[in-house]
């Protein structure tokens, strides 16, 4: 079933990346709450949460022709971009907003209503792409820099300050965690 | 009622109808029928010159590979984390992607450059000209790479470089080494250089800004008779390349800049002084005239033979000035200074602190001459760029210098050198007594480029004596 899923959501991937409005919106929708709670959890805040979550998926529709669906699903392809984004909006101390101007997005006004819809939208049923986030944090940090963001160990161990086999071993601990997790469900 | 989220879906949906998302390469309306498809793309590949117009780019290809780097030697290896793409682009003669550039730190305290066609926000090169077998995708320098070729510079204190490098005949692919019809300049001037006036290829002069923390820069333009004869022949040039190819440190800085204005109002004209400039335009228009070159641009072959008769007459001017050719520019060029260099907090050292016998010892006459092997134990560690250990040799036929190795020293590591002095060099005799210099270079100043395998010039004071030594060669 999740390997259906899987294939359907790729391929609605390729339909963006040819043009199609209504993959798009399928696409935005099913995965809004994933890439807005995780964005909520990473900034503690509503609205920067939002611009995150728009910029996100405004990057994704410029790389959509790029997405390798052996290289991981639609969901952990989003949060990889997701954690990019974030990345660079901190070394500039304000929500990157490069992938929007480039598409044409004009800026959206942020209402007080919408406050109650990031909350809405947070606490839907993560499913089996909310998984990344029941990961102890350091098994997190290493599944998520070398599955989603495709970093070799070496990298990963010199940001983190130790040593690859420990990233290997996190990632392998992190990968089975999962894997039993989907099992269960 | 506002609606954030359906505003952005609608907002994003309508970008997708419109493949605003896609590069203009790839926006292609469909055809009405498969014939005219076919004439487009019959069209496109009979249009596409053979020197790589970069129109109607396809995708992304493979990354370049990670050259091997080794953490202790030479620039070190590159920490991605540091890697940071500027905003800087400049638009290629022939379009497609825009060139950019990245820096990144390394582990021996350098700072590198990588250069080349932004994609994306990645820098890479590009499939053409060559390249990648001319497959025309675009091939991403890896951010684990320390400068794909292009020059690092030693930091100062504070963490930034200063050092400016000028490619000569790089290819359009922006694959580093690659010959091809660009003349690329690029430098980092430090944090308080604020904009750079330049020389255009029409020869008007215009003025832009720095870009990022370190004052870069970054020019490209195409290479022909024109843009040759104007940043790479003139004499009024540092770095004078007669083919107008080539890698070369700017030296604070060369073609095509013409002022660098910092932070605090002040300003840098780099180049030589009008009087000079004045000589050397004579020189050259002297030397045109007696070819019967007029003051036209001039043909491949005419350019050669004009330089090497150029050179003839600067080398006679330079003697007459008591000076080489090479080192008439070097003296008579006005370079900028480091502006807001910051020394770096090292530990001072003394001589007293380094002092260690120097073991000397002469071996059997070979076919090359006579192997002379000098060691000593390190007293104080080589731990990044700014460092290093230097030997001088002066004899009856020997006088220069050199570095020695190329990467991290530990305290109490042997260092070994070997020289080979020939008895017989040439005509002359080179029996007698040879004296030597070992010493600890710790740069108090900004060092340039520094390259593969070359790891810079001491900046001021930054030379102390480890031992003297001496050898007799029978």
């Given amino acids: 079933m999740a390997d259906h899923r899987a294939d359907v959501d790729a391929a609605l991937v390729a339909r963006i990346a040819g043009g199609d409005k209504a993959a798009f919106e399928t696409i935005y929708d099913r995965y809004l709450p994933l890439v807005l709670r995780w964005s909520l959890r990473e900034t503690g805040n509503r609205e920067v949460a939002a611009d995150l979550a728009a910029e996100v998926f405004a990057a994704a529709l410029i790389a ?39 598409v044409g997005l004009d800026s959206v006004e942020f209402g007080e209503a919408d406050f109650d819809r990031v909350d809405e939208l947070a606490s839907l049923d993560p499913g089996v792409f909310g998984l990344l986030e029941t990961l102890s944090p350091a098994l997190r940090e290493a599944v998520s820099q070398h599955v989603i963001e495709e970093r070799s160990y070496e990298e990963i161990a010199q940001q983190l300050s130790c040593s690859e086999s420990v990233i290997r071993q996190r990632v392998s601990r992190g990968l089975r965690a999962l894997r039993s997790e989907l099992e269960e469900r | 009622m506002s609606d954030y989220f359906g505003d952005v879906r609608v907002g994003l949906g309508d970008a997708v109808e419109r493949q605003q998302h896609l590069r203009w390469y790839r926006r292609v309306k469909k055809p009405r029928h498969t014939y005219g498809l076919a004439a487009v793309l019959a069209g496109l ?4 010159p053979a020197v790589g117009a970069v129109t109607n780019w396809f995708g992304i290809g493979a990354p370049n590979p990670i050259p091997k780097q080794s953490p202790t030697q030479n620039a070190g290896r590159a920490f991605p984390s540091t890697s940071q793409l500027l905003p800087i682009r400049v638009s290629d003669p022939q379009g497609g992607p825009p060139w950019g550039m990245r820096i990144v730190q390394t582990t021996r305290g350098a700072t590198c450059l990588q250069v080349g066609r932004v994609e994306d926000r990645q820098v890479g090169s590009l499939g053409i000209d060559g390249s990648w077998h001319d497959d025309r995708l675009f091939h991403p320098f890896p951010r684990a790479a320390e400068g794909n070729g292009f020059d ?103 073609a095509p800049v013409l002022a660098v204005d910092y932070r605090g109002g002040q300003v840098c004209r780099p180049g030589l002084t009008a009087p000079m400039r004045a000589r050397m335009n004579a020189i050259a228009n002297t030397e045109r005239s007696k070819l019967g070159f007029g003051t036209g641009v001039l043909s491949s072959a005419q350019r050669i033979l004009y330089t090497a008769e150029l050179d003839r007459a600067l ?28 020394a770096p907090k090292e530990k001072p050292v003394t001589s007293a602190m380094l002092a260690t016998p120097i073991h000397i010892k002469i071996k059997p006459q070979s076919k090359w001459g006579i192997p002379v092997d000098i060691s000593f134990t390190a007293r104080a560690p080589v731990k990044n760029s700014s460092s290093w250990y230097e030997a001088s040799l002066v004899g009856p036929c020997e006088d220069g210098s050199g570095q020695l190795g190329y990467g991290n020293i530990r305290v109490g590591q042997t260092i070994r050198d070997n020289q080979i002095i020939n008895p017989n060099y040439g005509h002359s005799s080179c029996k007698g007594v040879y004296r030597g210099i070992i010493s600890y270079i710790q740069n108090s100043g900004p060092t340039g480029a520094v390259g593969e395998g070359a790891t810079g010039r001491a900046g001021k004071d930054g030379s102390v004596i480890v031992s003297r030594f001496s050898f007799k060669i029978h």
Avoid at chain 1, 89 to 99: G, H, K, L, P, Q
Avoid at chain 2, 159 to 166: C, M, P, R
Wanted: glycine fraction near 10%.
């Fill in chain 1, 64 to 102: 959509s022709p790029r997405y390798r669906p052996r290289k991981g699903s639609v969901g952990t392809w989003l949060l990889g971009i997701a954690r990019n984004k974030l990345r660079e909006s901190r070394r500039s101390n304000r929500i990157e907003d490069s992938a929007r101007k480039r």
């Fill in chain 2, 45 to 48: 590949v009979v249009a596409a």
């Fill in chain 2, 152 to 254: 690092c510079g030693t930091e100062d204190g504070a963490g930034h470089a200063f050092f400016d490098s000028e490619y000569m005949g790089l290819s359009a692919s922006a694959t580093a080494w690659s010959t091809g019809n660009r003349l690329v300049y690029v430098g980092v001037l430090g944090p308080e250089a604020k904009s750079i006036t330049y020389e255009t290829p029409s020869g008007s002069t215009a003025t832009e800004r720095t870009s990022g923390t370190d004052g870069a820069y970054l020019f490209v333009f195409p290479r022909n008779n024109k843009t040759c004869k104007l940043y790479a022949e003139s004499p009024n040039r540092i770095v004078r390349s007669p083919d107008c190819s080539g890698v070369s440190g700017g030296e604070m800085v060369g």
């Fill in chain 2, 315 to 342: 080398s006679r001017f330079a003697a007459s000035q008591h000076l080489t050719l090479a080192s008439l520019f070097v003296e008579r060029f006005g370079r900028c200074p480091a502006v807001g260099y910051v």
